[in-house]
């Protein structure tokens, strides 16, 4: 198969969908690879690197569309690639359709096969194309954290480990998921004194299996919330509710309570936050204060860690990639059910029900596209 990687042309993302790594394992089976010159670049990956993986490098975007069967990208395609997309072109990447129609009505009209990693689901829900992305920002929101409880950055002026003598500092983590997880791993390894939250028993129970003892866990609700809050340094936002908004755990009522210098990190902001006060920021001015409180609501935290992050993404979708490139989309969709899944747009027709459900837009089951 022919496989195209453009570069990312969406405002400051410098993560690329292949390495060369994936590049040797595409082309050792056969298939012919197409980098758009520089795509690399942003994660640390020169031109050159490909080119000695076997690839090819062509100048321009419109050259890597027009040559490729199969698109592997990072982002969604933004306005100027809709025109570029051909139809029977498959595009593996991150769509997220149901925040935003026009994209939806542009896959339609290109009567291209939209393959989208956000819902690639393995039996048991867990959604393995976005795990990645999570374990990123859970492991940085503690590095950030960090960073803003220094003074001049607004915060307390608490180093997280403390030193000998001196109590270290307090870490609250609501959600222990995958973000809440490497958060408190990363916290617990700094020395901090970490406390975790989930509304589930049993990940709570797990949790408190494999975390070192200066992590403990709480169930969550306002009593405990309120609680740990007045004592915290950092708190980590890292809740999920699937399908729906995340939930305000902390109100703007609180933030009087909290100790002047706070700092909040809402990694949930990207599904509306679990801090009230936190509205989305970027890596260019990543946090406001409000009542003394430091807010850091950054809503693709993984971009400021692109070299990181493109191959802990890559690492799990290459495998993907390689069932798609060496039996083509319908066969490795049939063969794989967490694949199919993926299946968003086939052929002008929506085949994912929750985009479906979205835009009022008729829904055809997948397996007729099969
Ligand atoms: N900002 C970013 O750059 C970025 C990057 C990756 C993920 N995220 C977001 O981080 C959030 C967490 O993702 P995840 O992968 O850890 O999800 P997850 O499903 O693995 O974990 C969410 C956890 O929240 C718990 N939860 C639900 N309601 C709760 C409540 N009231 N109190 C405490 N816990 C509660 C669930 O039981 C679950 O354990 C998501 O909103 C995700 O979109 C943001």
């Given at each position: 198969?022919?496989?195209?990687?453009?570069?990312?042309?969406?405002?400051?993302?410098?993560?690329?969908?292949?390495?060369?790594?994936?590049?040797?394992?595409?082309?050792?089976?056969?298939?012919?690879?197409?980098?758009?010159?520089?795509?690399?670049?942003?994660?640390?990956?020169?031109?050159?690197?490909?080119?000695?993986?076997?690839?090819?490098?062509?100048?321009?975007?419109e050259a890597v569309y027009a040559k490729a069967e199969m698109i592997v990208k990072v982002k969604e395609p933004i306005e100027p690639e809709y025109e570029l997309i051909r139809e029977g072109q498959l595009l593996f990447t991150y769509f997220h359709f149901a925040s935003y129609e026009p994209l939806t009505n542009a896959m339609i009209k290109s009567k291209a096969v939209c393959l989208a990693y956000e819902t690639v689901e393995?039996?048991?829900?867990?959604?393995?194309?976005?795990?990645?992305?999570?374990?990123?920002?859970?492991r940085m929101s503690i590095q950030e954290g960090a960073k803003f409880l220094e003074k001049p950055m607004g915060g307390r002026g608490v180093l997280l480990g403390g030193v000998p003598g001196v109590e270290p500092g307090r870490v609250l983590i609501l959600g222990g998921g995958v973000v809440g997880?490497?958060?408190?791993?990363?916290?617990?390894?700094?020395?901090?004194?970490?406390?975790?939250?989930?509304?589930?028993?049993?990940?709570?129970?797990?949790?408190?299996?494999?975390?070192?003892?200066?992590?403990?866990?709480?169930?969550?609700?306002?009593?405990?919330?309120?609680?740990?809050m007045k004592e915290a340094d950092l708190i980590v936002g890292a809740v999920l509710i699937p399908g729906a908004k995340a939930p305000h755990l902390i109100t703007r009522d609180m933030l009087k309570e909290m100790k002047p210098g706070t700092v909040l990190v809402d990694v949930a902001v990207d599904q509306g936050g679990c801090i009230e006060t936190c509205t989305p920021t970027t890596h260019e001015a990543p946090t406001f204060i409000i009542d003394d409180v430091v807010h850091y609501c950054v809503a693709n935290m993984p971009g400021a860690v692109p070299y990181t992050s493109t191959i802990a993404l890559t690492n799990a979708t290459l495998p993907y990639a390689?069932?798609?490139?060496?039996?083509?989309?319908?066969?490795?969709?049939?063969?794989?059910?967490?694949?199919?899944?993926?299946?968003?747009?086939v052929d002008g027709k929506v085949v994912y029900k929750g985009v479906a459900d979205a835009f009022g837009l008729d829904y055809t089951p997948v397996d007729a596209m099969l």
């Open positions: 198969m022919i496989i195209g990687v453009p570069k990312e042309i969406k405002n400051n993302e410098n993560r690329v969908a292949l390495t060369p790594a994936g590049a040797i394992e595409l082309t050792k089976r056969g298939h012919e690879v197409y980098v758009q010159a520089t795509a690399g670049l942003g994660s640390g990956f020169p031109d050159a690197d490909y080119e000695a993986a076997g690839a090819h490098i062509l100048p321009t975007i393995m039996p048991d829900r867990s959604l393995p194309l976005l795990i990645p992305m999570s374990e990123v920002a859970g997880t490497q958060a408190a791993k990363m916290a617990a390894g700094l020395g901090a004194q970490v406390t975790i939250m989930d509304i589930s028993l049993n990940r709570l129970r797990h949790l408190s299996d494999i975390m070192p003892a200066n992590v403990n866990t709480v169930y969550s609700n306002e009593f405990n919330i309120r609680r740990h390689i069932q798609l490139a060496d039996k083509g989309w319908k066969q490795a969709c049939a063969d794989n059910e967490p694949l199919k899944l993926g299946l968003n747009v």
